[in-house]
């Protein structure tokens, strides 16, 4: 029986509640059986990020309460880097030929897709499920949820400071930070 598959791309350097709760809105929303959190493995604007290894990890944590309906895809580890979103997604389309793929981006990022590379080819395998953003200009077609302004780069800078993130960052992922 075909499935919907969310796809969410990112950093996850690390993830976050905001990552978490968007998550669950997809999932409980209905608007997938499943949800594939795909880190990048090689960021394609050569942002310095934690390794892979640690970021699949972090994820790992991060998506624990969902049991099988969320999954860590390594398949960017598989593509020749840097992997641009329309190759993930039209590889992950080859891999799932009956199932219908959407993939998640917030209304934050959907002002900047004149951005993004080969944009139609992303679409054209999976089309955009755009999730509201506290901070962001709505777009006409983002689901009702407005998810909190919570950036990875800044937690990184205050993890860096020393600030304890407990509510920002989930417990299991950040006993991984602290190792």
């Not at 990875?152 to 993890?159: A, G, K």
Request: one cysteine or more; proline letters at 7%.
């Amino acid at each position: 029986m075909p499935k919907t598959r969310a796809l969410y791309g990112g950093s996850f350097d690390p993830p976050h509640f905001g990552h978490q709760m968007a998550i669950f809105y997809v999932l409980e929303g209905g608007y997938a059986d499943e949800v594939r959190i795909i880190p990048c493995f090689e960021h394609p604007f050569g942002k310095r990020l934690s390794s892979f290894s640690d970021r699949v990890r972090y994820c790992e944590a991060l998506i624990k309460p969902f049991g099988g309906r969320a999954v860590v895809d390594l398949i960017e580890s598989d593509l020749a880097a840097p992997s641009f979103s329309y190759q993930t997604a039209e590889a992950l389309a080859e891999r799932f030929p009956e199932d219908q793929l959407r993939w998640i981006i917030g209304s934050d990022a959907a002002h900047e897709l004149n951005r993004w590379k080969e944009i139609h080819r992303l679409e054209a395998a999976a089309p955009f499920l755009i999730l509201g953003r506290q901070g962001a200009a709505s777009v006409s077609d983002q689901t009702p949820l407005s998810l909190p302004e919570v950036a990875s780069r800044d937690l990184r800078n205050r993890l860096a400071d020393g600030e304890n993130l407990q509510g920002w960052i989930p417990e299991s992922v950040l006993a991984l930070l602290k190792t």
